[in-house]
């Protein structure tokens, strides 16, 4: 199964970087739980519908955002992902680039559970995983 949650972290990021949350969707339980670091729109988001609603306003914010992997790590349920995303502020026009680590639970080769975190340690404590 831990090859099959890889392979479904991987099909979302694709997506979303294609800006295509329905495909991003399919990889994500109905009643999953997102929450999202960036501090414009961080907090916990819930189902299709709250996961819809972050990426609508994650790309209100930086409108082209491209989140890219710079490591994935199978953990069992767990995949762990070490990410570094890009993108132009909407209406400051900075630039930014950033760098943080994301840990998502799967259950039957979907997401139940996302976070994002600044550091790798913090991801894993939001698990309950050794580091």
């Known amino acids: 199964m831990s090859e099959e949650n890889l392979e479904a972290a991987g099909r979302c990021y694709a997506a979303l970087r294609e800006d295509d949350i329905e495909a991003c969707l399919e990889n994500v339980h ?3 739980e997102w929450h999202s670091l ?3 729109i961080e907090g916990l988001f819930r189902g299709h519908e709250g996961i ?3 990426w609508k306003e994650l790309r209100s914010v930086f409108p082209d955002w491209d989140p890219s992997i710079a490591e994935m790590r199978d ?3 767990w995949v ?3 990410a570094q995303g890009a993108g132009s502020g909407a209406s400051s026009g900075v630039d930014i680039t950033d760098d943080f680590w994301q840990i998502a639970r799967f259950r039957e080769g979907r997401i139940v559970w996302y976070g994002a975190f600044r550091s790798e340690q ?3 404590d ?3 995983l050794p580091g």
């Open 126 to 128: 939001a698990a309950g």
């Open 52 to 54: 819809r609603k972050w």
């Open 30 to 32: 109905p009643d999953a």
């Open 75 to 77: 953990l069992g349920d």
């Open 38 to 40: 960036i501090l414009e």
């Open 122 to 124: 913090e991801a894993l």
């Open 80 to 82: 762990l992902v070490h």
